[in-house]
């Protein structure tokens, strides 16, 4: 199962940014190409294991958009993105996100009070981008059904497990200088 995925993270070149071992990956990077047996692995796994009784996918800018937009072709439910950029629609959120390496201002529009949604994201490591979502979410009234990343490496997941939230990975992974190590 995930082969595809399991291979390509195998491969993927190291970038040392400061003491952090920073994976470069397609799903994760967008490069060096996104192939399309990839993403559809990712999201027929996404299909098999996730509850998408749900009215919007959500996900947030970039990395999350070509998953999110996979899923939502397959499935027909329409997809909202998070993005960077302020657009002053009426109600829209504010979302201040802390990770490891970045913080920042990310925008909610297009969710409306009672909605059932399912967050989708290519990883999850610090949770801090997650939490700032999942907040965001709940401050607009959505019903949060499901949360899955496609890989999981670092504290976060189990930090939004700890503050009540459940979340599904795919693969929990570790870096250093030797290369990608999957942990499952």
């Not at 996404?46 to 509850?51: G, L, S, Y």
């Not at 749900?54 to 958009?65: F, H, L, R, Y």
């Given at each position: 199962?995930?082969?595809?995925?399991?291979?390509?993270?195998?491969?993927?070149?190291?970038?040392?940014?400061g003491d952090?071992?920073?994976?470069?990956?397609?799903?994760?990077?967008?490069?060096?190409?996104?192939?399309?047996?990839?993403?559809r692995e990712?999201?027929?796994?996404?299909?098999?294991?996730?509850?998408?009784?749900?009215?919007?996918?959500?996900?947030?800018?970039?990395?999350?958009?070509?998953?999110?937009?996979?899923?939502?072709?397959?499935?027909?439910?329409?997809?909202?993105?998070?993005?960077?950029?302020?657009?002053?629609?009426?109600?829209?959120?504010?979302?201040?996100?802390?990770?490891?390496?970045?913080?920042?201002?990310?925008?909610?529009?297009?969710?409306?009070?009672?909605?059932?949604?399912?967050?989708?994201?290519?990883?999850?490591?610090?949770?801090?981008?997650?939490?700032?979502?999942?907040?965001?979410?709940?401050?607009?009234?959505?019903?949060?059904?499901?949360?899955?990343?496609?890989?999981?490496?670092?504290?976060?997941?189990?930090?939004?497990?700890?503050?009540?939230?459940?979340?599904?990975?795919?693969?929990?992974?570790?870096?250093?200088?030797?290369?990608?190590?999957?942990?499952?």
């Amino acid at each position: 199962m995930l082969e595809r995925l399991k291979r390509s993270l195998l491969e993927a070149p190291i970038y040392k940014r400061g003491d952090y071992n920073y994976f470069i990956h397609p799903i994760t990077d967008g490069v060096p190409e996104v192939r399309p047996d990839l993403i559809r692995e990712v999201v027929t796994h996404i299909i098999r294991t996730a509850n998408l009784d749900v009215d919007k996918i959500v996900t947030i800018e970039a990395m999350g958009i070509h998953i999110g937009t996979a899923l939502s072709l397959s499935t027909d439910i329409p997809l909202v993105i998070i993005r960077k950029r302020r657009y002053g629609l009426p109600g829209e959120i504010e979302v201040s996100q802390v990770t490891g390496y970045s913080k920042g201002q990310l925008y909610l529009n297009g969710i409306s009070p009672g909605d059932r949604v399912i967050v989708v994201d290519d990883v999850i490591s610090t949770g801090g981008t997650a939490l700032a979502t999942l907040e965001a979410l709940k401050a607009a009234g959505a019903q949060v059904v499901d949360v899955v990343a496609v890989i999981e490496r670092g504290s976060g997941a189990e930090r939004l497990k700890g503050q009540g939230y459940q979340i599904k990975t795919m693969l929990r992974v570790d870096a250093d200088e030797g290369g990608v190590r999957i942990l499952d």
